[in-house]
């Protein structure tokens, strides 16, 4: 069965500062699909990233950045130069190839970014 | 325009109610889903319909039933409101079923369910 861990419940840093989120997944599928999605504090999911499970290259986005290594089943998160903007929850989310296109979330990383 | 639309944004019922949420995609997909985002913030899916079908029906209490009357709408009615109900519950849509390179999840801006 698919699981997604963030272990980090809460992060808290200060402006300017580089913070990586970590996740980490389970799952029997060859064929699979990462996610991260981003919840401000009003509310609503911001589509991030998605990746396939053939693809480990890892990716920028501006400030973001994202590092996919299969060896690990991680599918960690960096944001580098922090800004208050940024606080949110992450959230981590797996797609298997079997069980059609339902997210399997993790628990969420609570993200501060103090100025 | 807002591509998956859900009314109301605040919805707030005594113990005991039957209330309904709406839910509408404009993006032409053909499946379209339920979560429910407790108040740790887990986030867990509820159902899926694909073309008015049901797919997933996550082991939620027969009180909640999603009806789905073209695939451009998936609502949900939850029957004998308990306390344990009250949530953020969001709408999704994607263009198809299988998981897939491009089969990108649209949420809804969620409906905050207070039961009191």
């Known amino acids: 069965a698919q699981k997604v861990t963030q272990a980090q419940t809460e992060i808290s840093v200060v402006e300017k500062e580089d913070v990586t989120l970590d996740c980490v997944y389970e799952t029997r599928d060859t064929t699979y699909y990462l996610f991260w999605y981003k919840q401000p504090p009003s509310g609503e999911l911001v589509f991030l990233i998605r990746r396939n499970s053939f693809d480990e290259q890892n990716e920028i986005s501006g400030r973001y950045s994202w590092n996919f290594q299969k060896s690990t089943s991680s599918f960690n998160f960096t944001i580098t130069a922090s800004q208050v903007v940024d606080s949110a929850v992450y959230f981590c989310?797996?797609?298997?190839?079997?069980?059609?296109?339902?997210?399997?979330f993790g628990e969420g990383t609570q993200l501060t970014v103090n100025p | 325009d807002t591509a998956v639309s859900q009314t109301p944004k605040y919805l707030v019922t005594q113990m005991g109610n039957d209330k309904s949420i709406k839910c509408e995609q404009n993006?032409?997909?053909?499946?379209m889903y339920w979560y429910k985002q407790d108040s740790k913030k887990f986030l867990k899916i509820m159902f899926s319909?694909?073309?008015?079908?049901?797919?997933i029906n996550e082991t939620v209490p027969n009180r909640f039933s999603p009806k789905s009357p073209d695939k451009a709408h998936l609502n949900l009615h939850i029957n004998s409101l308990e306390l344990g109900d009250s949530a953020v519950y969001f709408c999704?849509?994607?263009?198809?079923?299988?998981?897939?390179?491009?089969?990108?999840?649209?949420f809804g801006p969620g409906t905050r369910l207070t039961v009191l």
């Open positions: 993006l032409g997909h053909d499946t």
């Open positions: 989310a797996l797609s298997e190839e079997t069980s059609g296109s339902r997210l399997t």
């Open positions: 999704a849509s994607s263009p198809q079923l299988t998981s897939g390179p491009n089969n990108e999840q649209f």
């Open positions: 319909y694909n073309n008015k079908e049901l797919i």
